[in-house]
């Protein structure tokens, strides 16, 4: 009998539809590995229909997705590896932080709880949610031309515009509200047990030229896993900007988490 597969669980993040995640499913499955990508709640199963239904993602916070990939999670045979991108890595940093998962990759985390830097290329990302406090209970759409600052600006300008024609969907601006107040926040739901110190691994990834998650934004998050013993590594891609898990060079992250996980035993 062969051994059972260990679930790998990917998370997106805001503004990409969980179908972008298709070839690392492909290449997880064949180093091994039972991967799935289930879209955040109420979000439709094609690109095209979440964005003839906007008012699906309206008002989903952090809480809503961490509880409704926990479910999943849970739900599985085995423990799964955890693989999240923007909210997504925020998110596999949660469940970590509760025991959720045998290890967890988050790649251009969200800001957590506790990291205060606060670059302007960051700020300039955000804007399109943030920059009216009404959409709070919206969902918004990236047009390519914030697509292109905030994900593809490491990549040539039609590759971007390619994108996010192929993969971009309204998204919920509740987190980025969440977050962006989380350090005046006594219950934020941006904040993460980074003192765990019987959780999986966890690997933070880095792109040097991302605006959403700046470099130092996630060199930061590390720091707050100072007082946990528990394995916590960063891993930084030059140039490589917010798109890394879509674009041309996608490879080269996965590739490097696959090493990271069998270097970790998972």
Not at 44 to 71: C, F, S
Request: cysteine-free; aromatic content about 8%.
């Amino acid at each position: 009998m062969t051994a059972p597969r260990r679930p790998a669980l990917f998370i997106h993040g805001l503004w990409l539809h969980a179908s972008s995640w298709g070839p690392w499913l492909e290449l997880f499955r064949a180093n091994g590995y039972e991967p799935i990508a289930p879209g955040w709640p109420n979000e439709p199963p094609t690109v095209e229909e979440a964005r003839q239904h906007p008012e699906l993602a309206a008002d989903i916070g952090i809480d809503d997705a961490t509880n409704h990939y926990r479910t999943i999670a849970e739900s599985l045979d085995a423990s799964p590896v955890l693989v999240g991108h923007s909210f997504g890595g925020l998110i596999v940093e949660k469940l970590l932080g509760q025991g959720v998962g045998a290890a967890g990759v988050a790649i251009d985390p969200a800001q957590i709880k506790g990291v205060l830097p606060l670059p302007l290329a960051q700020l300039r990302s955000g804007l399109p949610a943030l920059g009216n406090p009404a959409n709070l209970h919206k969902a918004i759409s990236l047009t390519k031309k914030e697509f292109r600052f905030s994900f593809g600006n490491a990549v040539s300008e039609e590759e971007s515009d390619a994108l996010h024609e192929k993969w971009t969907i309204p998204s919920p601006a509740r987190p980025l509200f969440q977050a962006a107040v989380a350090n005046f926040a006594l219950h934020s739901q941006a904040k993460v047990d980074t003192d765990n110190a019987t959780r999986g691994p966890l690997l933070l990834i880095s792109g040097a030229k991302d605006h959403t998650v700046p470099d130092v934004i996630t060199r930061s998050t590390l720091k707050q896993y100072r007082d946990s013993t528990a394995v916590t590594e960063l891993k930084r891609f030059e140039g490589r900007g917010h798109s890394l898990t879509v674009d041309s060079g996608w490879r080269e992250v996965a590739d490097a988490i696959l090493v990271w996980l069998k270097e970790n035993g998972v």
